[in-house]
Every structure is written in C-alpha cells, then in structure tokens.
C-alpha cells in the first residue's frame, strides 16, 4: 500500500473509505482535528500515529514527534492543545533504554508544548510483527476564541503563510537512514507550532481562514488538499519559498522538490489581505516564527490547482505526491 | 549554490527570451527537439514554455532510459529479487515502474529485499557489507551514467568481490537520434542536445547530424540560462543557413569528451547486436552488455534470466510520442486509461517521460485563461 | 541519466585512492573521482557530479564568459562584435 506517505493514496483511503463508514459523511471537507459539543461545551479532538525509521535522529525521536504531532493538529484547527493520550505498540526485543529515551523524550516534549500527558496504553507484540516502536496520540483541545476554520471562506486575493523553511525534517530523516551516504548539518524542525499561532491570532483572528500543519507530502500536498476543498487555485512564488541551504542542496542532488517534503515544526495560514500584514508581523515576532514569510496567494484559475510561478514568468503545475518522494539521476 | 543560481537569473532570463523574441522570424515554426528526459524535466519544472513566443515548439524526445525501458526486462531483473539470497538494487527512477507482477516498490512491499541506491558504488559497498547475499544491480541509463557503472565493475573486480552483479540495460544515445530522423513523419529543425551524455562522449559523435541531416544541433546545459543560450544559438545558425555541432555547455562538456570514462566504459562493455526500446522497437547497436572477461560480474552470465518480451497495448502510441509526431495529449490513452499513478505506456512511467511530465507540470494550465505576472 | 550538480572538492581520502569529499549547498558526499584520472582535481575544484561519480572539472572562466555573454544581449550588434574581438568565445 503506498498509502502511508501522506499524498494522493493516503487520501484516497480516508474519503473512499474511511469517511463515508465512520463519520457518516464523504462531502464535507476534513479537518485536523474535529470539533465537538459535549454538554455545551466545545472541545476538538484528534489522533495521529507515529511511524519513522530511524526512531531517532539528529533534532529529535519519535517519542517528540508523537507529542508535537498531535499538539500541532490541534493547533492548526484553532484550538489550544490540553492533554493527551498514548499508545505504543512494540516490537519484542526492543531495548529498555532505547523506550526509556522515547518516554523521557514524550515526557519534556509535552512539558515545552504546556501539555499534559494523562492516560495511555502498551501493547508488546512478537518480533517481527512491528518495527520496533509505532505510537498513536490523541488529543483535546479547547477552541481559540475567534478563530474560525473554513476553507469554504476562502477568496481569490487572499495570502499564504509559511511558519519557516519547509523540508528540515524530511531530509534530516531521508539522511539519517544513512542508504544515501549524504552528510548535512540539518536538524528535524519539529516543536509544537501553538506559540506562533497563538501569537498570530491574537493579531489578526479575524483574518484567518484556514491552517495546516504540512506534514507527510509536504507543503504541496497540504495546499492540493486545500485547492480542491476551496474550488480555488494557489499561486505559489519560487523566489519566496523559505528553505535552507542544506535541504535545497540535497534536494537539488537527489531530484527531489522541497515542496514535497515533510515538515513537523511549521505551519501554513490562509490569512485575508486586511489582516495578512499584523498576521505575518505578530507571526515573525513570536518565538520561532522570525522565518516566517508569505509564500502564495489565493486566484481563481486554475481552478482547484496549485501552482508555482517564477520571477521570470514561468510556471508549474504542482501536485500531490503518489506515495513517497523518491531520489532520482535522470 | 554556485554555478547552479547565476543560470537561474531573472533578469538574464528575461533578456535572454527577449532575444529570443527577436531572432525568431515570425512567418516561421520552429521545432526543436531536446533529446534528453533532463532537458524534458528542466523545461518543465522551470516553465520555460511560458516564456518562449508561440512560434517555437519544443518537441520531447526519446532520451529518457527508463521510459524506453521494455517491461520485460523490468520482470526479467525482478524475477531475481525473488530468490531470497539475492538484494535488487536501483536508482530511485526505477522503483515505481511497473513490471507485469509490479513494480519494485511493490515488489518490496511483498517482501523482496529490493533497496535504493544513488550510486553503483553504494550497491558495491553493500555487496562488500553483506558478503553472505548477492546484490544485483539493475544498471540503467545512456552514456552518462554507464561509465559509473563500468568503474564500479572494474574496483569489483580489483577488490575480489564476487557477491555482486550488473543487470545491464545501459543504452546509447545515438541510434536514438538516428531513430528519430529516420522516421518519415520526422519534422524537426534542430536539436539540443544532451548535455550530460556528452560530457563523456564529448561533441564530434553529433557530426552526422549537421553535416549528413542538416540540422544544426547545439549541446546544452540544464539550467535555464542554457537552454535558452542553447536555442538563442539555434536560431543564428538558422537565420544564417547553417547548420553545425556547437557547444553550449562549455563549462562542463569537453570536445573530445571523457576519454577515462570512454576507456572504462570499453573495457567492461560491448555493444549488443541489437535491444528493444519500448515505444521505438529493435534498434541495432544501441545497447551495452558486460564483456565476457567480467563474467563473473554480469547478472545475465550468473544467473538465468527468463528473457520476457511484454507488448504495450496496442492503442498506446508512445512511439509516435517518442518521436515527435503526437503530442502527448493527442494519445487517445493520454489522461484517462493511462495516467502517472497507472502507466500504460513508456512515457508515463518516468516523471521526465513526456506524457508524465506533461501531465504533472502542464496539462492543468491549459485551464488558465489569464495570467497576469508580477512585474 | 541528466541530474548532475555542481559541487566543491572539500577532502581527498586518508587511504590516497581516488575519492574525495564534495560538497553542494552544505551537504557533503564522498564522490568517486576514477573517471578524472586523466586530469585530476585539486582541493578546492568544482566538479560535475553523477551517481556518486566525478564527470567533468567545471570551468569557472567559461561559467563567467557565458553570463557575460548572455547579459550582453540587447547591446549593439556593434558591442558584440567588440567583446568577440576579445576572444572571449572559444570553439
């Protein structure tokens, strides 16, 4: 199944089959998180599981990434991350210190995210039968005042943020496996993306119609689900896109495009001109958030498309990956 | 990153597609074909169609090795990958096209150890690594790659490792060019071409080209500043009536070409009596294969391979495509049996085929009625 | 066949065979140099790089002719003519 890479396949999955048996609904846009009414009170919850290989690598492990995965799901819908619960799933023969590290490293990742950790469960399967460590979070969260998330509100003229460079963390996981032999100074980006968000909502809330945390896929895939679920095309500007030296230049060597890389510490707003400029200063202000730039903007043609386009006039169709973006020499 | 930004200048571009503009004769069509799948994927990912005045035509062209890869040998290489003692190493272009049991990745998902590799030296190291399997590595590519290859047999052998193969499918770039102006549908003005593979074969083996076609063909580099350079330069050959080899891509490409890589490549390989290209059929002459005297190396000697032949459908019309006759959207499979995610032909199966680059980076712009650029 | 990318000789192997460290944009590769041997690189040399493999020295002085050339365009056919004189195209 090449579904797990976050592109065209993974989502096929989620509308084709997940969607219309368990939610009951296959034609309202998804969500990062769903919201819900329990006795008046409005909470938004959602779940993500953690898969990587190495577990551990230069930035973080996979006991952060859970933590900051979820945080940030529930961040991107508008919502203040509170608490959340684990599971792992583990592989027979799994070094006690190498799980002590991933819960050590849970542990700070929710203290620096102002999370609480609150419930969880373990399974331990035989050898063989899962590589080494998979975890799943789920998370509550409690609605931003404000903040409404609708890609249905989005209008032609409208801007796209970036929180920061894009693609760190899937090139530091790409070269941490060590199959390519390429050595960089890159680090993962992931952190809880609530801060910057928190800080761009009090600023310009009014302003913002829709977030996403580009993960698996990276920031084209978000952008193609957010295209097709607006009906609207999204300009991006090359010249614009943030991205380190480093990740550029593996890209450049291995014919990878930055844009399908996956990201754990970013994150992309829909912001309405009024408001794009204190969104992008308070965003720019806040800690973590001074690479933060406006990478697109919102037109009509063509339609449900995105799009990248050079100082010089030149443009490129930009869609979701298939499944994972591999290295090419040709 | 240097020699990499300079060629991706605006304002040079802007300039240098002005000229473009200027050269151009009006009552003209030029047709133009890039011969290599990196000229196909650099046109594309750098919108160089949108820049250029309506009476060029870019053409795409044959020189794309996984496209003109028969299926065939896709299953021949896989049918390896089976036995458990053996690691199926490739290039990352070669993971997702299809064999008739599928592709490598899915190969790999069914639990054959098949492994990506960026270099033929990284598939020698993992034999060295793994002294106890065998690595076969599916070689793939034209004269640019091929040297690699070559060298990588040649420390085999010199290091003693005997764990580790070659599956030849090395292709040569010539008889493709030949293939095109052979065909009778064939209306080219000139060619750019592959500035890669003549790094190593250097510029003279184009001669026949200019002298015996009359075509002017200028070798190009693959940023845009050198494609455009290269069609800058194609123009004043035409507007003066000539017709000659040049060399755009100075900074690299060398005349007389790589004569180590030419060496390395003739002690390993000899030229095959003949090979199958998908979508252009037996071409004679243009194919490697591994010597005898590296036996020993040659996946084809160690092993038996089952020697599949695989027809495409009969209603894909790569070869027309390959050639230049049909644009890709003009193929009657084009977007709709035969897509990226299900090729059923070469030039989907490689993101720098025609029919897939199109499709990926183009045919949605058709959709675009204005767009306005920033100034 | 086509991606190659420039990168710069940083680090020639302990063990004196033909590898070299390269490095494009901050990342670094060891890089196999066999197909140079004819007219092998020096620290600091700009190399064309395949598949893990060195495939040609890349020539500062041609890279610079050639954006002089280019942003030269649109001068008088008279300046072109002028800079021709200077030999600064070669065949």
């Given at each position: 199944?090449?579904?797990?890479?976050?592109?065209?396949?993974?989502?096929?999955?989620?509308?084709?089959?997940?969607?219309?048996?368990?939610?009951?609904?296959?034609?309202?846009?998804?969500?990062?998180?769903?919201?819900?009414?329990?006795?008046?009170?409005?909470?938004?919850?959602?779940?993500?599981?953690?898969?990587?290989?190495?577990?551990?690598?230069?930035?973080?492990?996979?006991?952060?990434?859970?933590?900051?995965?979820?945080?940030?799901?529930?961040?991107?819908?508008?919502?203040?991350?509170?608490?959340?619960?684990?599971?792992?799933?583990?592989?027979?023969?799994l070094?006690?210190?190498?799980?002590?590290?991933?819960?050590?490293?849970?542990?700070?990742?929710?203290?620096?995210?102002?999370?609480?950790?609150?419930?969880?469960?373990?399974?331990?399967?035989?050898?063989?039968?899962?590589?080494?460590?998979?975890?799943?979070?789920?998370?509550?969260?409690?609605?931003?005042?404000?903040?409404?998330?609708?890609?249905?509100?989005?209008?032609?003229?409208?801007?796209?943020?970036?929180?920061?460079?894009?693609?760190?963390?899937?090139?530091?996981?790409?070269?941490?496996?060590?199959?390519?032999?390429?050595?960089?100074?890159?680090?993962?980006?992931?952190r809880?993306?609530?801060?910057?968000?928190?800080?761009?909502?009090?600023?310009?809330?009014?302003?913002?119609?829709?977030?996403?945390?580009?993960?698996?896929?990276?920031?084209?895939?978000?952008?193609?689900?957010?295209?097709?679920?607006?009906?609207?095309?999204?300009?991006?500007?090359?010249?614009?896109?943030?991205?380190?030296?480093?990740?550029?230049?593996?890209?450049?060597?291995?014919?990878?495009?930055?844009?399908?890389?996956?990201?754990?510490?970013?994150?992309?707003?829909?912001?309405?001109?009024?408001?794009?400029?204190?969104?992008?200063?308070?965003?720019?202000?806040?800690?973590g958030?001074?690479?933060?730039?406006?990478i697109?903007?919102?037109?009509?043609?063509?339609?449900?498309?995105?799009?990248?386009?050079?100082?010089?006039?030149?443009s490129?169709?930009?869609?979701?990956l298939?499944?994972?973006?591999?290295?090419?020499?040709? | 990153?240097?020699?990499?930004?300079?060629?991706?200048?605006?304002?040079?571009?802007?300039?240098?597609?002005?000229?473009?503009?200027?050269?151009?004769?009006?009552?003209?069509?030029?047709?133009?074909?890039?011969?290599?799948?990196?000229?196909?994927?650099a046109?594309?990912?750098?919108?160089?169609?949108?820049?250029l005045?309506?009476?060029?035509?870019?053409?795409?062209?044959?020189?794309?090795?996984?496209?003109?890869?028969?299926?065939?040998?896709?299953?021949?290489?896989?049918?390896?990958?089976?036995?458990?003692?053996?690691?199926?190493?490739?290039?990352?272009?070669?993971?997702?096209?299809?064999?008739?049991?599928?592709?490598?990745?899915?190969?790999k998902?069914?639990?054959?150890?098949?492994?990506?590799?960026?270099?033929?030296?990284?598939?020698?190291?993992?034999?060295?690594?793994?002294?106890?399997?065998?690595?076969?590595?599916?070689?793939?590519?034209?004269?640019?790659?091929?040297p690699?290859?070559?060298?990588?047999?040649?420390?085999?052998?010199?290091?003693?490792?005997?764990?580790?193969?070659?599956?030849?499918?090395?292709?040569?770039i010539?008889?493709?060019?030949?293939?095109?102006?052979?065909?009778?549908?064939?209306?080219?003005?000139?060619?750019?071409?592959?500035?890669?593979?003549?790094?190593?074969?250097?510029?003279?083996?184009?001669?026949?080209?200019?002298?015996?076609?009359?075509?002017?063909?200028?070798?190009?580099?693959?940023?845009?500043?050198?494609?455009?350079?290269?069609i800058?330069?194609?123009?004043?050959?035409?507007?003066?009536?000539e017709?000659?080899?040049?060399?755009?891509?100075?900074?690299?490409?060398?005349?007389?070409?790589?004569?180590?890589?030419?060496?390395?490549?003739?002690?390993?390989?000899?030229?095959?009596?003949?090979?199958?290209?998908?979508?252009?059929?037996?071409?004679s002459?243009?194919?490697?294969?591994?010597?005898?005297?590296?036996?020993?190396?040659?996946?084809?000697?160690?092993?038996?391979?089952?020697?599949?032949?695989?027809?495409?459908?009969?209603?894909?019309?790569?070869?027309e495509?390959?050639?230049?006759?049909?644009?890709?959207?003009?193929?009657?499979?084009?977007g709709?049996e035969?897509?990226?995610?299900?090729?059923?032909?070469?030039?989907?199966v490689?993101?720098?085929?025609?029919?897939?680059?199109?499709?990926n980076?183009?045919?949605?712009k058709?959709?675009?009625?204005?767009?306005?650029?920033?100034? | 066949?086509?991606?190659?990318?420039?990168?710069?000789?940083?680090?020639?192997?302990?063990?004196?065979?033909?590898?070299a460290?390269?490095?494009?944009?901050?990342?670094?590769?060891?890089?196999?140099?066999?197909?140079?041997?004819?007219?092998?690189?020096?620290?600091?040399?700009?190399?064309?790089?395949?598949?893990?493999?060195?495939?040609?020295?890349?020539?500062?002085?041609?890279?610079?002719?050639?954006?002089?050339?280019?942003?030269?365009?649109?001068?008088?056919?008279?300046?072109?003519?002028?800079?021709?004189?200077?030999?600064?195209?070669?065949?």
């Open positions: 199944m090449a579904h797990g890479a976050g592109g065209k396949a993974s989502r096929r999955l989620v509308e084709g089959l997940f969607a219309p048996v368990l939610f009951g609904t296959n034609s309202e846009p998804l969500t990062d998180a769903a919201r819900v009414s329990l006795n008046g009170a409005q909470i938004a919850i959602t779940t993500d599981s953690f898969v990587v290989n190495p577990i551990s690598f230069p930035g973080g492990s996979i006991g952060e990434l859970a933590v900051n995965g979820t945080v940030n799901d529930l961040a991107v819908s508008g919502s203040r991350p509170q608490t959340l619960v684990v599971t792992f799933v583990i592989e027979a023969g070094s006690t210190s190498v799980l002590e590290a991933e819960v050590r490293a849970m542990a700070e990742a929710a203290q620096r995210a102002q999370v609480k950790i609150v419930g969880g469960d373990t399974k331990v399967v035989e050898h063989g039968k899962a590589d080494r460590i998979y975890m799943t979070t789920t998370g509550i969260g409690t609605p931003l005042r404000g903040v409404t998330i609708d890609p249905r509100s989005i209008k032609p003229g409208d801007k796209v943020l970036i929180s920061g460079p894009m693609g760190d963390h899937g090139i530091t996981i790409l070269l941490a496996r060590g199959e390519l032999d390429l050595e960089a100074d890159l680090r993962s980006d992931t809880s993306v609530f801060p910057m968000i928190e800080a761009m909502a009090a600023a310009a809330a009014p302003g913002i119609r829709w977030m996403r945390d580009p993960t698996r896929g990276g920031v084209a895939t978000s952008l193609n689900e957010l295209a097709r679920d607006c009906g609207q095309s999204i300009h991006l500007h090359e010249e614009d896109l943030p991205i380190h030296d480093a990740v550029r230049g593996a890209c450049e060597l291995l014919g990878l495009d930055p844009l399908h890389i996956a990201n754990e510490g970013q994150f992309l707003a829909v912001v309405s001109p009024e408001y794009v400029d204190s969104a992008l200063y308070a965003l720019q202000q806040a800690p958030g001074g690479e933060a730039r406006v697109a903007e919102v037109r009509e043609q063509p339609a449900a498309a995105v799009l990248v386009t050079t100082q010089y006039g030149g490129r169709i930009v869609d979701m298939v499944g994972d973006p591999l290295p090419r020499i040709c | 990153m240097k020699f990499v930004d300079e060629f991706r200048d605006a304002a040079v571009i802007n300039k240098t597609a002005e000229e473009i503009r200027r050269l151009a004769d009006p009552s003209r069509h030029y047709r133009f074909m890039e011969v290599c799948g990196g000229h196909t994927h046109i594309y990912r750098f919108g160089l169609k949108d820049i005045p309506d009476n060029v035509e870019l053409i795409h062209g044959p020189g794309c090795p996984v496209c003109v890869l028969p299926m065939g040998r896709i299953d021949d290489g896989l049918s390896l990958a089976k036995d458990p003692n053996v690691i199926f190493t490739a290039f990352g272009d070669m993971m997702r096209v299809p064999g008739t049991q599928g592709s490598p990745l899915e190969h998902a069914r639990g054959m150890d098949v492994r990506i590799v960026y270099s033929p030296s990284d598939a020698l190291k993992l034999a060295q690594l793994n002294p106890d399997r065998h690595v076969m590595f599916f070689a793939i590519g034209f004269e640019t790659t091929a690699s290859t070559a060298l990588t047999v040649l420390r085999a052998r010199a290091e003693g490792v005997r764990n580790f193969s070659v599956f030849c499918n090395h292709v040569t010539i008889p493709a060019i030949r293939a095109i102006l052979d065909s009778p549908d064939m209306r080219l003005d000139a060619f750019i071409g592959p500035g890669h593979v003549s790094t190593v074969i250097g510029c003279r083996p184009y001669e026949w080209i200019a002298k015996d076609e009359r075509k002017p063909i200028v070798v190009s580099g693959f940023e845009p500043l050198d494609i455009l350079q290269a800058v330069m194609i123009l004043h050959q035409m507007r003066a009536g017709a000659k080899v040049e060399n755009q891509y100075k900074r690299v490409v060398p005349w007389e070409g790589n004569r180590a890589a030419l060496k390395a490549m003739g002690e390993v390989f000899q030229l095959r009596p003949y090979f199958e290209w998908r979508g252009l059929g037996f071409i002459q243009s194919a490697l294969r591994v010597r005898d005297t590296f036996d020993e190396w040659d996946t084809e000697q160690r092993f038996r391979v089952p020697g599949v032949r695989v027809a495409d459908p009969k209603a894909a019309q790569c070869g495509v390959l050639k230049g006759v049909l644009k890709p959207a003009q193929c009657k499979l084009f709709k035969c897509t990226p995610e299900h090729p059923l032909g070469a030039l989907m490689s993101s720098e085929g025609s029919c897939a680059a199109y499709f980076y183009e045919h949605r058709a959709a675009l009625t204005s767009l306005s650029w920033p100034a | 066949m086509c991606l190659a990318i420039p990168g710069k000789i940083i680090e020639f192997a302990a063990d004196g065979g033909s590898r460290t390269v490095e494009v944009a901050g990342v670094r590769r060891k890089v196999d140099l066999g197909l140079l041997q004819e007219d092998m690189p020096v620290l600091g040399d700009w190399v064309l790089i395949h598949v893990g493999f060195a495939m040609s020295k890349i020539s500062e002085q041609d890279a610079v002719d050639q954006m002089n050339t280019l942003r030269m365009l649109g001068e008088s056919e008279q300046a072109m003519q002028e800079v021709r004189g200077y030999g600064l195209e070669r065949e």
